[in-house]
C-alpha cells in the first residue's frame, strides 16, 4: 500500500535541510517502489521553499521536464508572496506605509481570494495579520511570549477591510497604519494549483505535489487505483498517521495545533492566533483536514475551520459544495462531514 503522508511542517534551520530531505527521498523509495509496475516508476525532486521541502512526484520519464516547471514555479512565487524576500510584492507591499504598490497580476488574484476567505469568515481567517504573526518566534530556541502590549498595538492592524485593491491600476494598498500582509495561510495551496495546472498542459497524467503537507494529487495512480493520503497523528513521529484517505486528483490539506509550537513554562502555545485576542486559539481541536478539489480553498478552510471549532466549523463545511471535513479532537477521536469515508 503506497501513502503518501499529509503534514504541514517548517523546518527550523536549513542546516536541517539536508538531513530532512535524505529521509524523505528514502521513505519515498520504499513507500513508491512497491505495487507499482516498473514502467511506472516515480520520479520525485525535492527542495527548499516557503520554509518547508517540498516534493513534486511524476510517474513517467517523459514527464521529467515538467518538475523544471514546478520549481520554476515555485521560485517565482516565493519571490512574489515571500514576507522574507525583500523586493517580493508582499514585502513591498508592506515596506510602502499605506503607499499603494504595483503588483503582479497574481499577487491580485490571491490577495482577492485571501479576503474573500476573511469575509466568508467574518475575519477569523485574515490575511493583514502580519504584524501579529511577527512577534510569534516559533523557530527561536529560546521561546518567549510576546509582549502583550505588542500583541494589543498588533491587533489594530489586523483589518482585512482596510486592504484596498485596484484591479485596473494593479495596485494594492494597506489603509491602516502599521499594517503587514501575510499570505502564508493560503499561498501554498494557490501554488499548488498552478503547478497541477502547469502539470496538465504539459500532458502529465499522474502526479503527487506535495507543499509541506498541502497534498494535491494529479488523476489517479499509474494503476488506475486512487492515491492513499495519510493524515499526521497529532504529536506522534512525523510519518504517523491517525487515517488515510483515497484521493483521485483532488487536495487534502491540514492545519493543527500540531504543526509548529513552542512550550513555555509547561504551556503549548501554538501558531494559529486569534484575530481577536491575538494569543494561539483554543478551539478544542489538535486539527482540521480540508478535501477539496482546489488546494487553494483546503488551505484557507483549514485554518477557517480549526479557528471557529467543531460546531461552526462543520455548519460552514456542510454548506460549501464539492467541500469535505476532518476534525481531530483533543481527545483524538476524529468526526467527519456527510460523504466523508475512511
Known sequence: MNVTLLRKSRSRLPLRLLPLMLCFLLCASILFGCAIPREATPFSRSGFYFDTVITITVYDEKDLKSLDTCFSLADRYEHLFSTKIEDSDVARINAANGAPVTVDPETISLVNTALSYATLSDGAF?????????????????PALPNPAEIEAALKTVDYRKVKVDETNRTIQLECAGARLDLGGIAKGYIADRMKDALMQEGVTSAIINLGGNVLVLGKKPDGNPYKVGIQYPFQPEGTAIETIDITDQSLVSSGCYERYMTIDGVRYHHILDTKTGYPVESGLLGVTILSDRSVDGDALSTICYVLGLE?????IESLPDTKAVFIKEDETLVSSSGFSF
Open 126 to 142: 485574515d490575511p493583514t495579520i502580519g504584524a501579529l504573526s511577527s512577534l510569534w518566534d516559533f523557530q527561536s530556541e529560546e
Open 312 to 316: 461552526d466549523g462543520m455548519a460552514l
